[in-house]
């Protein structure tokens, strides 16, 4: 589906927001505007919310509604960007595509794999896009670092360890408590922040999850607080990724054959050889964001560098995560049918 695209002379890429929470107004509304999207609809259950945002765009021909279906049927808008809970964003994504919008669906993509498995099938034959919104892979020292790794700064990738953690969306976000709900949420720390580490991994492993092995600890209201998942890629690598809401995390090793790569909350990327010497892995020029990522895309009519095949495989690993922690045994993940 092409668009005429943001340079000059064109016209803007028009977006619809469903969802006007937190995330929408802080990151999302903020992010598309300063890419240079025109943000005209806005769609949130708290009719209140959405006339907020829409007042916050500064865009006079910015509507707000309580009804979501309103937005995705818009014949104003080239795109839709989802931040409802979880469990909706299947529904809410399949109904933009088939009225021929692009979507960018906050993380995860969807809450099974068979959900993510339609969002693709639709999109492919609507000839339209649904990017996730796999934010970390284009945060400076993340993107630097995977591009370190990919790149054969540290010879052959073996291994790779993640962690992430924080005091939970109770404390960030109180008013979603769809979050501890599993039916909406899909899980907790692993399904909420998972998501992200098993992408950035893909993203600089440049390799798919095959295998997992999976605990779950603790429990806030219907959901974990704390998980550790074992990785097997095809290349052979290893990892180990942690998810955590009940303590802040932030580190990130990815070991090869010539050298360690490591990036920690209070440590800048560092590259060590193995004769001991360290040296700063430079990451400047390699910040973007997602929302600058789809608008262009959406403008250009090209498939950006993230796409839905991402996200399925994103939730395919945590869905096989989940069923070794309730089956006490290594799962592989499923792969695409199709």
């Known amino acids: ?40 609809r806005f769609a949130s259950l708290h009719l209140a919310d959405a006339e907020a945002a829409a007042s916050a765009s500064g865009d006079a021909e910015a509507m707000a509604t309580d009804d979501w279906r309103q937005v995705v049927a818009s014949p104003h808008i080239d795109a839709v960007d989802i931040c409802a809970p979880n469990h909706l964003h299947a529904e809410m994504a399949l109904a933009a595509l088939e009225h021929g919008k692009h979507v960018l669906v906050e993380s995860p993509m969807a809450i099974t794999v068979a959900e993510a498995d339609a969002m693709l099938k639709a999109a492919a034959r609507k000839g339209v896009m649904v990017i996730p919104a796999h934010s970390v892979r284009f945060i400076g020292p993340y993107a630097a670092m995977a591009a370190a790794a990919r790149d054969g700064r540290i010879g052959t990738l073996t291994a790779a360890e993640i962690a992430f953690g924080h005091d939970g969306p109770d404390h960030r976000n109180p008013a979603a408590t769809w979050y501890f709900e599993k039916h909406r949420s899909g899980g907790g720390p692993l399904m909420d922040l998972g998501v992200a580490q098993i992408d950035l ?12 092995s999976a605990i779950v600890r603790g429990q806030r209201g219907e959901v974990e607080e704390e998980a550790e998942v074992r990785l097997t890629f095809a290349n052979g690598a290893s990892g180990v990724l942690r998810s955590s809401w009940a303590r802040p995390e932030n580190h990130v090793v990815i070991r090869g054959t010539d050298g360690t790569l490591h990036l920690d909350a209070s440590t800048p990327l560092t590259l060590t050889r ?52 309730a089956a006490g045994r290594a799962v592989p993940v499923a792969r695409p049918a199709w």
């Open 274 to 325: 193995p004769d001991g010497s360290q040296e700063r892995v430079p990451t400047g020029g390699a910040e973007s964001n997602i929302e600058a990522v789809f608008v262009a895309a959406v403008a250009r009519d090209e498939m950006p560098t993230v796409n839905a095949a991402d996200g399925r495989a994103a939730v395919a690993a945590i869905a096989a995560a989940y069923e070794s922690a």
């Open 1 to 40: 589906m092409a668009f005429q695209g943001t340079g000059a002379g064109e016209s803007p890429v028009r977006v619809g927001l469903i969802g006007c929470g937190d995330i929408a107004r802080r990151v999302h509304l903020p992010g598309l505007t300063a890419a240079g999207a025109r943000v005209i």
């Open 201 to 212: 991994l893909r993203s600089a492993l440049g390799s798919e999850v095959t295998d997992v």
